[in-house]
Each structure stands twice: as structure tokens, then as C-alpha cells.
T-cell receptor
Framework: DTAVSQTPKYLVTQMGNDKSIKCEQN?????MYWYKQDSKKFLKIMFS???????INETVPNRFSPKSPDKAHLNLHINSLELGDSAVYFC???????????????FGPGTRLTVL | AQKVTQAQTEISVVEKEDVTLDCVYE???????LFWYKQPPSGELVFLIR??????QNEISGRYSWNFQKSTSSFNFTITASQVVDSAVYFC???????????????FGKGTHLIIQP
């Protein structure tokens, strides 16, 4: 069973379109994340979501919005796609320790988004 | 603000050589967590190790070992007797207890591309 899954694996679209990437985890974790990996392989946190609390990295454009229908899912919606949004997007999940300690995050396989 | 520096952009060694990947971090938190992840050519991110700031014991797992030194803010990773399958990009990452990488996530270094030649 895949622990963290993402769909689609590849997404090719035109500039200006709106698209979504789905993420599901079956690990029973209480926190989920979205990261962006650019063409130079640099990984940057975009969002974290824990128990209905959304924390947004201030550098993320408001065209990006995560939506969590339940604890096992954190989908990423992107409006008005731009060329610079082309990247690999990773979903991840982890379980908060009592006292707030940081456990390891488990990553999905990534979604390669190409904006033409 | 937090920062992770992996100064080695690319390392190339011949199979069976030992290789050390360097990681230096900056954080104002007194409680923090350090991680290493592997990204093979297939693209997934594989968790390797987690270490908290109060545990400075070195860790060994098979051919992999990690050296955590708070005095130099370093968390280095050594692969002994490297194999071609170790070829990947390796990321060091940091999460502070109170300033967790923005949006409560991991702050990653830029990664070291390790090439093991047969």
C-alpha cells in the first residue's frame, strides 16, 4: 500500500488555466504539507495543515490554495497558472509528537507540472 | 530564520570508496530536528534519519553513518564502501521547534548530487 499518494504524476497545461493536484495519506498522520521543487532541485515548503490550522509560507502567491476535505487528504489548487509555476510538487505527511516535536515527513512521489 | 548549507554541489567517487556529505545549519531554536533525505534518479524522496538537538550520539545504519556536532552546527553523512545504487541527490533538512522552516515545514539544503562510478 502506498503511504502518500499524489495524482496526477504528470500535468501539462497552458498558461492561465486552473488545475488541482490531489494528495492522500493512509498513515493516519495529523499533519500534511506541500513543497515545491524547482528546476535546480531546491525544495521549499509552501503550506502545512494540522487539525484545520493552515500555515502558509508568505512567499507563496495567493493563486495557490490547499484544501483539506478530511485528515487524510490535502489537495492543491492553482489558479491562473504561470510559466514560473512549472516545477515538481511534493505532498508530505507526518505525525506531531506530544509536546510538538518534529517527526520525519513521508513524501509522495511528486507531481511534475509543466506550464506552456 | 533557519538555514541549511550543503556546500558540496556534486561529488563523484569510484565504487567502494568512502564519501562524506557535509551539512551545516543555522537556527535560533534550542530545540530542533535534523534530517537526511535521499532522492534517487526516479525522483521520490526517501527518509534516511532524524536526529533531535539533544541527542549528539553518532548513528550507524549499515554502510551509512551520521556525525552530529552541535559545537560546529554540523550534521554530516558518511557512506562507507559506496555502491552505484547510492547515486542520488542527498538533502539535509532542519525543523525548529518554534520556527519550523516557515509554514511549519522542513528547511532544506540545496542538496548534494552524489555520483558513484563503477
Amino acid at each position: 500500500d502506498t503511504a502518500v499518494s499524489q495524482t496526477p504524476k504528470y500535468l501539462v497545461t497552458q498558461m492561465g488555466n486552473d488545475k488541482s493536484i490531489k494528495c492522500e495519506q493512509n498513515l493516519g498522520h495529523d499533519t500534511m504539507y506541500w513543497y515545491k521543487q524547482d528546476s535546480k532541485k531546491f525544495l521549499k515548503i509552501m503550506f502545512s495543515y494540522n487539525n484545520k490550522e493552515l500555515i502558509i509560507n508568505e512567499t507563496v502567491p495567493n493563486r495557490f490554495s490547499p484544501k483539506s476535505p478530511d485528515k487524510a487528504h490535502l489537495n492543491l489548487h492553482i489558479n491562473s497558472l504561470e510559466l514560473g509555476d512549472s516545477a515538481v510538487y511534493f505532498c508530505a505527511s507526518s505525525q506531531r509528537s506530544t509536546g510538538g516535536g518534529r517527526n520525519e515527513q513521508f513524501f509522495g512521489p511528486g507531481t511534475r507540472l509543466t506550464v506552456l | 530564520a533557519q538555514k541549511v548549507t550543503q556546500a558540496q554541489t556534486e561529488i563523484s567517487v569510484v565504487e567502494k570508496e568512502d564519501v562524506t556529505l557535509d551539512c551545516v545549519y543555522e537556527t535560533r531554536d534550542t530545540t530542533y530536528y535534523l534530517f537526511w533525505y535521499k532522492q534517487p534518479p526516479s525522483g521520490e524522496l526517501v527518509f534516511l534519519i532524524r536526529r533531535n538537538s539533544f541527542d549528539e550520539q553518532n548513528e550507524i545504519s549499515g554502510r551509512y553513518s551520521w556525525n552530529f556536532q552541535k559545537s560546529t552546527s554540523s550534521f554530516n553523512f558518511t557512506i562507507t564502501a559506496s555502491q552505484v545504487v547510492d547515486s542520488a541527490v542527498y538533502f539535509c533538512a532542519l525543523s525548529g521547534m518554534y520556527s519550523g522552516g516557515g509554514a511549519d515545514g522542513l528547511t532544506f539544503g540545496k542538496g548534494t548530487h552524489l555520483i558513484i562510478q563503477p
